[in-house]
């Protein structure tokens, strides 16, 4: 499996039912074997992969595991409707993954499972010498992104974060501009995850997206598992989002490094707002005091002199926006507003449209395959993590987002944590590479290939 695949592009509309989105194929040359792939979790962000790698000629789905019946009954109709042959079904049990793993058939796993079985999984994953994928984020605790690090390193297999907003049309142009040192040395980020999730922590049990104020045991999909995160943690939960693209334009780990972080939180009011409004003052839930504060803000001190802001933002009503920053000694790039300015460039003290700026900086990838890309996921990058994932597996090359990655950008939800709960005292990040990052070279970014 080591010889590069072009892409050979299809013309026949197929439903994903999520979108219609034309086929794409893979070249194969003769006798060469697929990538056989089997997905653990296959709920609403695993059956989106399923989607995605059932569309690939070069990829068999061998298996599937989830515990919910009524997800493998979903994943196989997937499967059949792409005249797949039926995967093998795991899934009696939490620990059914294992006897998965065990299967010579499967190559690499696409683990999109609640954040509490990721780092677990992802273990005894590499363990059974799987290619790795994993959903985000990596790990929950320091403990976990060691983990993940040392079973890396003891095991070989590599691991890829599942990190899809690296691969945002807009987020590669400002990619492409870094690289081609159009800001300049750069100085400063601003990120985040800001998204109304109350209609996703809470609702009715039915439907992932109904109306209620239900979590837990009676809550469905996310609010079966994320919601207790809130209950109970005053952390950024859910960083990578938004520090994965910046954290990529500033070489973290490969030249750089995260260093330390001071965090802060809002009081949190936004949950139980919405339960009251929603399901009444004197619904049981109501009596809850969520320990996540509604606003949660980061800052990172990079080993290069860089910060980076961090914003947790997911439980007031607000229009969504993950608030991209890129700042250099030349100029920068701000998503909200979409304005650039570069100077000697642009007009003095005044923005440009980023349209113009992004369209000449597209990254070779959107300019390849964009068109195709648009059915299969946020706006297209789902395509092209998959697609990453599975051209490296297929050459068994590191990922562009790997083990050391997963680790640094998780690790900011245990150390907001504690620096929240320590009145905004700075932590410390580990150096997961311990002391690579001095010589360990960027990755290649810029090319149309994955
Ligand atoms: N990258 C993105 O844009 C994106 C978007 C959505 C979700 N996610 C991530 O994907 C992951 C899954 O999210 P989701 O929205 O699909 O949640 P979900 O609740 O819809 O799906 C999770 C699935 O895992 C299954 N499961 C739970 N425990 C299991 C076990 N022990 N063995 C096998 N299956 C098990 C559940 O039955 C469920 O079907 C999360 O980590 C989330 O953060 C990422």
Redesign the pocket.
């Known amino acids: 499996m080591s010889s590069r695949r072009d892409f050979i592009k299809k013309s026949a509309i197929i439903g994903t039912g999520i979108a219609m989105a034309p086929s794409l194929s893979f070249g194969m040359a003769k006798n060469e074997k697929k990538l056989r792939v089997g997905l653990?979790?296959?709920?609403?962000?695993?059956?989106?992969h399923l989607n995605n790698v059932l569309q690939r000629e070069d990829v068999l789905v061998t298996a599937i595991?989830?515990?919910?019946p009524n997800?493998i009954a979903i994943a196989l109709q997937r499967a059949e409707k792409y005249g797949k042959k039926k995967p093998k079904v795991?899934?009696k049990n939490?620990?059914?993954?294992r006897n998965l793993l065990e299967l010579k058939e499967v190559d690499a796993v696409i683990i999109?499972?609640?954040?509490l079985?990721?780092t677990r999984?992802a273990k005894d994953s590499m363990l059974a010498g799987k290619y790795t994928g994993l959903?985000?984020?990596a790990a929950n605790t320091i403990e976990e992104c060691w983990d993940l690090v040392n079973t890396h390193e003891q095991t070989g297999s590599h691991l890829m974060i599942?990190?899809?907003?690296n691969y945002r049309r807009d987020v590669l142009a400002v990619l492409n501009m870094v690289k081609q040192n159009v800001f300049g040395e750069l100085v400063h980020f601003r990120c985040g995850y800001q998204h109304d999730l109350r209609f996703v922590k809470l609702n009715d049990g039915k439907s992932?997206y109904g109306k209620g104020v239900e979590f837990g045991d009676k809550g469905i999909?996310?609010s079966?598992?994320?919601t207790q995160h809130s209950l109970l943690r005053n952390a950024d939960v859910?960083p990578t989002?938004g520090v994965g693209p910046m954290a990529t334009m500033c070489d973290v780990n490969r030249g750089n490094r995260l260093m330390s972080l001071t965090s802060h939180a809002t009081k949190g009011i936004g949950l139980h707002n919405y339960i009251v409004k929603n399901g009444g003052k004197d619904h049981p839930n109501a009596k809850l005091k969520f320990k996540q504060g509604d606003v949660i803000t980061s800052t990172i001190e990079t080993a290069n002199g860089e910060t980076i802001i961090v914003t947790h933002d997911c439980n007031l009503p607000r229009p969504y926006s993950l608030g991209f920053r890129v700042q250099g000694a030349n100029g920068l790039w701000e998503k909200d507003g979409d304005r650039i300015y570069v100077e000697g460039q642009s007009k003095p003290h005044q923005w440009d449209a980023s349209n113009e700026w992004l369209d000449k900086y597209d990254h070779p990838l959107w300019k390849k395959y964009g068109e195709h890309a648009q059915g299969a996921g946020?706006g297209g990058m789902?395509f092209f993590v998959i697609n990453a994932f599975v051209e490296s597996a297929k050459r068994n090359v590191a990922p562009p987002m790997d083990a050391y990655d997963a680790a640094a950008w998780s690790a900011i939800t245990p150390l907001s944590e504690l620096s929240i709960e320590n009145n905004g005292e700075p932590q410390d990040f580990p150096d997961f590479t311990r002391g690579m990052w001095v010589k360990r070279k960027p990755y290649h970014w810029i090319k149309d290939s994955y």
């Open positions: 653990i979790g296959v709920g609403l962000r695993g059956t989106n595991c989830d515990t919910d997800r795991f899934g939490d620990f059914d993954y999109s499972t609640p954040w079985w990721h999984m959903e985000v984020s599942l990190e899809n907003v992932a999909s996310e079966v598992w994320r859910y989002h946020h789902d």
